[in-house]
């Protein structure tokens, strides 16, 4: 959910979707990132999503080390709503399983078999993960937490990213940059609204999979966070910032839910030694995390 130096949908994705007349530029839309789930609503999710670490370790001034690291997860299931919370967000889902494997380098093994059920929780702000019928291993669950995450937001896409007014397409409006800088905090990452700047478009109108629909990106950009949690001991953090892209195809039809969305977050740290076997150096770290959803609905 988060996004103009790069296109996050893949071209094959949107050249495949047929361009409403040139006339449509003019008219006005309602912008709505976050749509009504229903109770027993059933849809089929073609997720990837991967993480990618690049660590480099300077002594003196020289290069000592460097590690990279990327771990990727790709999922295909069809998902059933089983329970809403008292707001109408999904509470609980069921996914049963077509296709679940995790790619580590060269290697690709299998998470979960084809027709496993798993069903996804949402404590508070928590998902759970357990496997009916089996063992849901840390490693799995980790997996999962790629594309599902690893909490949700108490506030939502339109309050963050949405817009009140109704936009023409090629029209641009800025993010919440408070609210974005509150719900981060609720996350344990600090950062003041001041160093929040992103913008959101209304990019095009298009036909995706048959269905009238509106395609909005976006990009988000924070200065001078506050990880701490992220910094070794015996160093001190020099600087740290994150960038985020968003892309998703939204049905212009309010009642139908999201088709597809595309999301990148980059993080960049810098820590500089300054007691014991630390002092002296310097530790650059370049976290990526990339995902992209299609989403086909089933009814119910």
């Not at 709505?32 to 991967?50: F, H, I, K, N």
């Not at 949690?229 to 910032?241: H, I, K, N, R």
Request: with cysteine; aromatic share 4%; proline share 3%.
């Amino acid at each position: 959910m988060f996004q103009a130096a790069r296109r996050l949908i893949p071209a094959i994705a949107l050249g495949c979707g047929t361009l409403l007349s040139a006339t449509a530029t003019a008219q006005e839309f309602t912008i709505r990132l976050t749509r009504p789930s229903l109770s027993g609503q059933r849809y089929r999710l073609v997720a990837e999503a991967s993480r990618t670490r690049h660590v480099v370790t300077k002594k003196d001034g020289e290069v000592v080390a460097e590690q990279q690291s990327k771990k990727s997860i790709e999922l295909d299931a069809v998902v059933t709503v089983s329970r809403l919370n008292a707001k109408g967000r999904v509470a609980q889902k069921m996914l049963v399983i077509q296709r679940c494997v995790q790619i580590e380098g060269k290697n690709r093994q299998e998470l979960l078999a084809k027709g496993d059920v798993v069903i996804i929780a949402k404590l508070d702000s928590t998902p759970t993960f357990r496997l009916v019928g089996g063992v849901m291993t840390p490693s799995v669950t980790k997996a999962l937490e790629l594309i599902f995450g690893t909490k949700s937001r108490a506030a939502d896409d339109d309050e963050l990213f949405g817009s009140r007014q109704r936009r023409k397409v090629g029209e641009s409006w800025p993010i919440n940059t408070e609210a974005v800088a509150r719900s981060l905090k609720s996350e344990g990452i600090e950062v003041k609204s001041e160093q929040v700047s992103g913008k959101m478009q209304l990019a095009r109108r298009l036909k995706y999979a048959k269905i009238d629909s509106l395609h909005i990106s976006g990009r988000m950009k924070l200065a001078n966070v506050a990880f701490s949690a992220a910094v070794l001991p015996g160093y001190e953090l020099v600087s740290a910032s994150a960038e985020g892209t968003f892309s998703g195809v939204f049905p212009i039809n309010l009642a139908q839910g999201k088709l597809y969305d595309a999301k990148t977050m980059n993080v960049d740290l810098v820590m500089r030694g300054k007691t014991g076997i630390a002092a002296g150096h310097e530790i650059t770290v370049r976290l990526e995390k990339k995902s992209q959803s299609k989403i086909t609905p089933l009814g119910r």
